[in-house]
């Protein structure tokens, strides 16, 4: 679990970053008072609880801190929102008196240039510009809030005060007034009990806390929510044609930063790079082997899998990337979901840079192979020997970003370890795990992948791998494959029953338990028993296999729409009341494409036999690899926008999430700055590269 101080650095406004609460300070006054209460009170250890001191000189001390702070982030927040609304009034103003002036003016291009059009302009910045405040002072409100919240609980913790916290509505004062007023008025009573004493203190502590201006606008339904809500009825109605959803889309649109930097282009030509490996790899195997087709097609059997697998785990990377790009053009805070470390966390420029580097790797080592095989390169080295160069850069390059390497290691281990019931389930945990379940075809691929390594099939002079040894194996077709096929299901299944047990809840962890045990049951059905094929040899089990898969494949589906993503509400059109990815259309595309995605497995009963597209089962794979990852990416972005405006039962925090900012922030490692030198230097490699395999295709080329 990450420390608060991280969350709260990280998601803080930097501008207003005096204007916070001291969180450190107030953590170490707190543990040095409670340090000096022990250290004065020795005795006390053997005695119960209730005669504990609740203060003593030290903590004093922290009574004043705590005041002060609470003091500081009060009057700030009551002068910002002071001047908020007094914006607001002018914003109004502006409004009205630009009544003339409709979306449709100033968003069609054609329309001359004007006075009434400028000041229209002008007012949506303004307004824009207004909004963006809003939301900072917002998630400026939510995270003191969180972190007073925080300090109060590990101040009773210290002090071994036993209070329910869980019972303290903060959204319900006069339910505070009444358990404060109960509590003063049985005083008399317990006069003599320090326990009592101790309770009564902390629980006018908390409604102190509730009762605080800022505290009551980090409620959904407070001051400021009020104001922005309005904001966005007033931008709607101005320049969206009354739609909210597109208001706050424009409302939240970022701005682009002044001058020039080379990481954009340094980006830029890796693409360009990708792009023509891309275009370079589909005509050399796909229109040049029509013409002039490899000596024998056993590579397709052997060779093919492993590159498979390295193509798989390089469209995770592109994928991963595009769901942070998703995430925070939108303002979902993945990092506080998460639970992450932002220190650690890549930017997206590093994720971007990763992709391309990983694309480049797994594509020249693939064209390089296949030009070995079919005699355009020399074969100076066997043309087994290449993917194994492929693995070895991958181990290397794991290596060098061993840090990114070392944090996808531990949440991976969380999640295996749940083969001895040891692991930690958090939302991290879940989604990986829920992650791992589309990767299911990738899994043996690696598993594959290994096996010729381990088994040396590699190791062969005429460089052709046989298969035997590892494809066609029993035990690998019987027992490797099905293990690592039905484990991801295996994890999510015993998620789901370790959050039940935590939560004493059946929905909705045991029926989401029972999704990934149907899934289970038709994973093994299908990895052992050949009628699952869809061959025809037995028809009964063939209409079994079918009916049961799609009985598993719907209540997958429904899940994803109605609980994963929240949609389906009768009351809302059949999506949410809050939606984060602008326009509804968008919400019934990635319903439609779901459920496409998930029947994507009706493909594999086409016969495969008698079918006319040479290699089927072959080409299939891939795509159907492909597109599974593809579905699990879109479902992920959906996934964390529900989390972000709704707890879905087992995140380790309470209360909404602060949008995520783009704000500056010292990290344990700075990211790179490209210069020029060093980009120049970069490209005359890549180009350098790129020349000599195209040198050396032409000159073999016409000497056969």
């Not at 420390?3 to 207003?16: A, H, M, T």
């Not at 097609?297 to 492993?306: L, T, V």
């Not at 979902?332 to 790797?361: C, M």
């Not at 059946?506 to 990934?516: G, Q, S, T």
Request: one cysteine or more; aromatic letters at 14%.
């Amino acid at each position: 679990m990450v420390n608060f101080k991280v969350k709260l650095e990280r998601d803080r406004v930097e501008k207003w970053r005096h204007h916070y609460l001291d969180y450190k300070e107030l953590e170490n006054c707190l543990l040095a008072s409670n340090g000096s209460a022990s250290s004065r009170s020795t005795q006390s250890k053997s005695l119960n609880f209730a005669h504990r001191p609740l203060l003593n000189a030290s903590s004093y001390g922290f009574e004043r801190l705590y005041s002060r702070e609470l003091k500081k982030v009060e009057s700030f927040f009551v002068s910002k929102m002071e001047e908020l609304e007094s914006r607001y009034e002018q914003q109004v103003e502006q409004a009205d008196k630009a009544q003339n002036i409709t979306d449709i003016d100033v968003e069609d291009e054609t329309t001359a240039p004007s006075s009434q059009l400028n000041e229209s302009e002008s007012l949506k910045r303004s307004m824009t510009k207004f909004y963006r405040q809003c939301r900072y002072l917002q998630s400026f409100c939510i995270l003191n809030y969180t972190g007073f919240v925080k300090i109060l609980k590990k101040q009773t913790k210290l002090r071994g005060a036993l209070t329910d916290w869980e019972s303290l509505d903060i959204n319900d004062e006069k339910k505070s007034d009444e358990r404060s007023d109960s509590q003063i008025g049985g005083a008399g009573e317990v006069s003599d009990s320090k326990e009592g004493t101790q309770m009564t203190e902390i629980t006018e502590t908390r409604i102190q806390l509730d009762r605080q201006r800022f505290a009551m606008s980090a409620k959904p339904d407070g001051q400021l929510a009020t104001l922005v809500a309005k904001t966005e009825a007033l931008f709607a109605t101005k320049f969206c044609s009354g739609d909210t959803v597109t208001a706050q889309a424009d409302l939240l649109s970022k701005h682009m930063a002044s001058g020039f930097e080379w990481q954009p282009f340094h980006l830029g030509y890796r693409f360009g790079a990708c792009l023509i490996l891309t275009f370079w790899l589909l005509w050399d195997s796909i229109v040049d082997t029509i013409y002039r087709p490899p000596p024998n097609r056993q590579w397709i059997y052997s060779i093919f899998p492993i590159y498979r697998a390295f193509f798989c785990l390089v469209l995770i990377i592109w994928l991963a990337a595009c769901c942070m790009f998703v995430w925070t053009k939108y303002r979902i805070n993945y990092i506080y979901i998460f639970e992450l470390d932002p220190r650690n966390v890549p930017t997206l420029e590093q994720v971007f840079s990763a992709a391309t580097t990983g694309t480049i790797l797994v594509m020249t080592n693939f064209l390089i192979y296949y030009k070995i095989l079919r005699g355009d390169f020399p074969d100076w080295i066997p043309a087994s020997y290449v993917p194994m160069l492929l693995l070895v850069t991958g181990i290397a390059w794991g290596l060098v970003n061993l840090r990114t390497s070392v944090g996808i290691g531990k949440t991976c281990y969380q999640v295996v370890s749940l083969l001895w019931l040891s692991g930690d389930v958090n939302f991290l945990t879940a989604f990986v795990a829920d992650v791992f379940t589309s990767m299911a075809k990738v899994w043996v691929d690696i598993a594959y992948t290994f096996c010729v390594l381990f088994t040396g099939s590699w190791i062969h002079d005429s460089g052709q791998l046989t298969q035997h040894k590892c494809a066609n194996n029993p035990f690998f077709v019987s027992v490797i494959k099905v293990i690592v096929t039905a484990l991801p299901l295996y994890f999510r299944l015993i998620q789901n029953i370790k959050l039940y047990r935590s939560f004493k809840r059946p929905f909705p962890f045991l029926a989401n338990a029972m999704k990934y045990v149907v899934s289970l049951a038709v994973s093994l059905f299908s990895s052992l028993h050949a009628a699952s094929k869809g061959d025809g040899d037995d028809d009964a089990y063939v209409a079994f296999y079918i009916l049961f898969t799609c009985a598993a494949t719907i209540y997958s589906y429904v899940w994803d729409v109605t609980m994963d993503w929240g949609l389906a509400k009768r009351d809302h059109g059949g999506l949410r009341e809050k939606l984060m990815f602008g326009n509804r259309w968008i919400y019934f595309t990635v319903i439609v494409i779901d459920l496409f995605g998930r029947f994507m497995w009706i493909i594999t009963l086409m016969p495969k036999n008698d079918n006319p597209i040479p290699l089927f089962p072959e080409l299939l794979a891939p795509f159907l690899a492909a597109t599974e990852l593809c579905r699990r990416a879109m479902w992920g972005c959906f996934r964390l926008e529900n989390e972000h405006l709704n707890n879905t039962g087992f995140r380790r925090f309470e209360g909404p999430v602060p949008d995520h900012f783009d704000t500056a922030m010292h990290r344990k490692v700075e990211p790179e700055k490209k210069t020029l030198v060093q980009v120049a230097r970069e490209l005359s490699i890549v180009v350098g590269l790129g020349g000599a395999l195209i040198a050396i295709s032409i000159y073999f080329g016409l000497r056969r």
